[in-house]
């Protein structure tokens, strides 16, 4: 589907008023809405990084996939890496999801996404409260962000380097109130130094998607649900590359053929899935839990190698 959108304009107070929203200091005072359903309660804010690892893709659609199908409605911002793959997991699977703007209803950004942004709105909704017609900039997205928030019963920040606009929308829940939740990243990768500061400053981590059963609105959908979604746990010995004769062991015959086959110069996920004979799904899943075992890191591009040597000299993995 792809075309014109269908847009409603929403008065502050109006009988479909998200009520949400007026949890706000400033709440907006109107909004541009494009598609069949409104923000619903409760619902989960997946937010994160835009140049997102390939690890944190497959979490963020892995866990947006989970919350569509316990019914719960997906929040993000369309943007660029997390949110785009929470957006698609929950679309995946038959759910409805709700992406905030930072630009007119009428201005597709990043222009990428159109086809996205049509998925979103024929089953969900897509809003702003910027006037049809505004360009995107810079300072609007942490404008958004407070929406996001608001519309929102939890956050969850997959990835977040130190930076990131996904942090303002967890400084925005917090100042009202919701619940903030953060998925624990290798100590190694700066696009997890946010997300890790998060969980420091008191966030609740995130290792499942049963953990969003903490929160007294979530709980019946998740409890009821059949979830996927779950982080490997895995020793620290094997997290750092196992024996020192032997990097990585302990880790399951799959995770080490992938290991070896990344090797110490970067490589696109495309020539290591054709070396391995994979499919890409599959190996997005491997790769994520070594990135999370801080085995692997993307770097430039996309593309995949092994994590630097730690001090004193031995090799991460």
Same mark, same amino acid.
């Given at each position: 589907m792809?075309?014109?959108?269908?847009v409603?304009?929403?008065? @502050?107070h109006?009988?479909?008023w998200?009520e949400?929203?007026?949890h706000?200091?400033l709440?907006p005072?109107?909004l541009?809405a494009a598609g069949?359903?409104?923000?619903?309660?409760?619902?989960?804010a997946?937010?994160?990084?835009?140049?997102?690892t390939?690890?944190g893709?497959?979490?963020?659609?892995?866990?947006?996939g989970?919350?569509?199908?316990a019914?719960i409605?997906v929040i993000?911002?369309?943007?660029?890496?997390?949110d785009?793959?929470a957006?698609r997991g929950?679309?995946?699977a038959?759910g409805?999801?709700v992406?905030?703007l930072?630009c007119?209803i009428?201005?597709c950004?990043?222009?990428r996404? @159109?086809?996205l942004r049509?998925r979103?709105?024929?089953?969900?909704?897509?809003?702003?409260?910027e006037?049809p017609?505004?360009p995107p900039?810079?300072w609007?997205f942490?404008?958004?962000?407070?929406?996001?928030?608001?519309?929102?019963?939890?956050v969850?920040v997959?990835e977040?380097g130190?930076r990131?606009?996904a942090l303002s929308?967890? @400084?925005h829940?917090?100042?009202?109130?919701?619940?903030i939740?953060?998925?624990?990243g290798?100590p190694?990768?700066?696009?997890s130094a946010g997300?890790?500061?998060?969980?420091?400053?008191?966030a609740?981590p995130?290792?499942e998607t049963?953990?969003?059963?903490?929160?007294?609105?979530?709980?019946?959908?998740?409890?009821?649900?059949?979830t996927r979604?779950?982080l490997?746990?895995?020793?620290?010995a094997t997290a750092?590359?196992?024996?020192?004769?032997h990097?990585?062991?302990?880790l399951t015959?799959e995770?080490?053929?992938?290991? @070896?086959t990344?090797?110490?110069?970067?490589v696109h /996920?495309?020539?290591?899935a054709?070396? !391995?004979q994979?499919?890409p799904?599959?190996?997005?899943a491997?790769?994520?839990e070594l990135? !999370?075992a801080g085995l692997?890191?993307?770097?430039?591009?996309?593309?995949v190698t092994r994590?630097?040597a730690? /001090?004193g000299?031995?090799?991460?993995?």
């Amino acid at each position: 589907m792809s075309g014109e959108l269908t847009v409603r304009h929403l008065a @502050r107070h109006a009988p479909d008023w998200p009520e949400q929203l007026d949890h706000l200091d400033l709440p907006p005072p109107a909004l541009w809405a494009a598609g069949p359903r409104l923000p619903a309660w409760p619902a989960v804010a997946v937010v994160g990084a835009r140049d997102a690892t390939v690890g944190g893709l497959e979490i963020a659609r892995r866990l947006g996939g989970d919350l569509a199908a316990a019914g719960i409605p997906v929040i993000s911002g369309m943007a660029l890496g997390i949110d785009a793959a929470a957006h698609r997991g929950a679309l995946d699977a038959g759910g409805h999801t709700v992406a905030v703007l930072g630009c007119g209803i009428d201005v597709c950004y990043p222009s990428r996404h @159109r086809d996205l942004r049509d998925r979103i709105a024929a089953t969900g909704s897509v809003l702003t409260e910027e006037p049809p017609g505004t360009p995107p900039a810079g300072w609007r997205f942490p404008r958004r962000n407070r929406i996001i928030a608001a519309l929102a019963t939890a956050v969850v920040v997959v990835e977040a380097g130190q930076r990131s606009g996904a942090l303002s929308t967890a @400084r925005h829940a917090a100042d009202l109130g919701r619940e903030i939740f953060a998925v624990p990243g290798s100590p190694l990768s700066d696009r997890s130094a946010g997300a890790n500061e998060l969980l420091r400053d008191g966030a609740t981590p995130l290792l499942e998607t049963a953990d969003l059963a903490a929160v007294s609105a979530l709980q019946p959908a998740v409890d009821a649900a059949r979830t996927r979604f779950r982080l490997t746990s895995l020793s620290v010995a094997t997290a750092y590359g196992g024996s020192r004769g032997h990097p990585g062991s302990g880790l399951t015959p799959e995770l080490a053929t992938v290991l @070896r086959t990344v090797g110490h110069h970067a490589v696109h /996920p495309d020539e290591l899935a054709a070396a !391995l004979q994979l499919a890409p799904q599959p190996l997005a899943a491997r790769l994520a839990e070594l990135e !999370l075992a801080g085995l692997v890191r993307t770097v430039g591009g996309g593309l995949v190698t092994r994590s630097p040597a730690r /001090p004193g000299g031995r090799a991460v993995g």
